[in-house]
């Protein structure tokens, strides 16, 4: 008889604390994920820490220079090979924090582009997907997802088109960020000089072609949750999406989880979001998983 799967709680230290600097690694690092419900290895093709977003709950330190100002594809291949090997063999599970799950630490649930910055902003995306989708097949790891996490900013260039093709091929799934319903609060919580609608244009662009999943999170900005008006603006946008032909999985709806740059932005309860979730599932019909 399989395993119950394993509750993955958000007061464990290996999962409050998702930093991207694994021993002397640059590109990859190991966290156990709630939303990958288990062992999920991080490609941070963002070393360099660029973003075109500034969201005002990104824990990512931008006042620390970056340790890389490109991708080198070969050193890429090295430590992502290392890294799965490592898990794979029982190593990772005697590491601080992970020896706290050890039974999470062995089946690689994901390799997940998501790191300093938007991994869609790197030239030669397609070919950094090349890379991670050979070291997956080179272990013989058929389960395991591709996972691009974005803010779907650069869904629509050239490379990134042809890079999610190559994901499409083996186990790829795409997380596209949806903070806001309106220009007006995506400014007020993304705070992008990419404009609110090239963003769902991207969308649902990649979601005619794929099913996509929407990650959003939902957050205190002075002391207030979400106005009513703006989360139906939200659900419109979905439902939007599905009208114009796009294919949604499910939605992730999660709060703030660790410390953020701006103190006026702050978690929801679990009964928050739950209510949030109930609204999006009633108004559009579609999956709601909530992370606290």
Known sequence: MANAPVEIKNTWAVVQDHTRVFQDLVYVYPVISRRSRGLSVGVNLNPDKRCNFDCVYCEVDRKTPGRAASVDLGQLRTELTWLLRYALDGGLATQPKFDQVPELTRAIRDIAFSGDGEPTMVPDFDECVRVVAEVKQELGLDGTKLVL?????????????????????????????LDAGTEAYYQLVNRSAVKFDRILKNITGTARTRPVVIQSLFLRTHGAPMPPEELAAYCERLTTILRDGGKIREVHAYTVARPTPESWATKLSKDELEAIATTIRARTGLPVSTFD
């Open 149 to 177: 996490i974005t803010d779907s900013a650069g869904l629509d260039k050239a490379s990134v088109r042809r890079g999610l093709e190559r994901m499409d091929a083996c186990e790829g799934e795409i997380w596209c960020k």
